[in-house]
T-cell receptor, first 112, second 113 residues
Framework: SQQGEEDPQALSIQEGENATMNCSYK?????LQWYRQNSGRGLVHLIL?????REKHSGRLRVTLDTSKKSSSLLITASRAADTASYFC????????????FGSGTQLTVLP | NAGVTQTPKFRVLKTGQSMTLLCAQD?????MYWYRQDPGMGLRLIHY???????AKGEVPDGYNVSRLKKQNFLLGLESAAPSQTSVYFC????????????FGPGTRLLVL
């Protein structure tokens, strides 16, 4: 079963705008990660936030985590056409053998 | 470093045929994973390995077998392919349990007719 579920499923914005994607999960976690997948390619790790962290930044990326609501959000600021991709959240459940469980992804399209 | 590579990139099989997908990593990672990705869905774990000579089942292991005879290679086998196994298969590796990031290969697109 899918541990993480992203919302929205698809998002289309203009270049320069901010993009926000949300992820909800079901069980307690060690950490939550965001990955990007360009069309026809493998996944690339973007950022990781641990269960005891609330916010993390990396360049134009900002991730928040609310463990009480079992949710996370990924904000991409000043988006570019090159940000067009699918974005997946992946959870690392507590007590697991560190197997990541992926959501179904958000397809982001940034229009030039 | 090539990172994680997968062979082949694309394959068409007939129902009942068998094949092996090869994943190789040159980063000396302990952990390796096989996922499948179906349209509109995230990745689902098929099998994984925590070290040379060890394998374990993931979320969707039925119809697949794996082997990790060498630390750098992780093989995924389909003994008798079925149309339901049409998918894109991704291999990933991870250095240690304490390092959470997984590194993915480019994928193998498999079509079973």
């Amino acid at each position: 079963s899918q541990q993480g579920e992203e919302d929205p499923q698809a998002l289309s914005i203009q270049e320069g705008e901010n993009a926000t994607m949300n992820c909800s999960y079901k069980t307690s976690i060690n950490n939550l990660q965001w990955y990007r997948q360009n069309s026809g390619r493998g996944l690339v790790h973007l950022i990781l936030i641990r269960s005891n962290e609330r916010e993390k930044h990396s360049g134009r990326l900002r991730v928040t985590l609310d463990t009480s609501k079992k949710s996370s959000s990924l904000l991409i600021t000043a988006s570019r056409a090159a940000d067009t991709a699918s974005y997946f959240c992946a959870t690392d459940p507590s007590g697991s053998a560190r197997q990541l469980t992926f959501g179904s992804g958000t397809q982001l399209t940034v229009l030039p | 470093n090539a990172g994680v590579t997968q062979t082949p990139k694309f394959r068409v099989l007939k129902t009942g045929q068998s094949m092996t997908l090869l994943c190789a990593q040159d980063m000396n990672h302990e952990y390796m994973y096989w996922y499948r990705q179906d349209p509109g869905m995230g990745l689902r774990l098929i099998h994984y390995s925590v070290g040379e000579g060890t394998t374990a089942k993931g979320e969707v292991p039925d119809g697949y077998n794996v082997s990790r005879l060498k630390k750098q290679n992780f093989l995924l086998g389909l003994e008798s392919a079925a149309p339901s196994q049409t998918s894109v298969y991704f291999c990933a590796s991870r250095r240690l349990l304490a390092e959470e990031t997984q590194y993915f290969g480019p994928g193998t697109r498999l079509l079973v007719l």
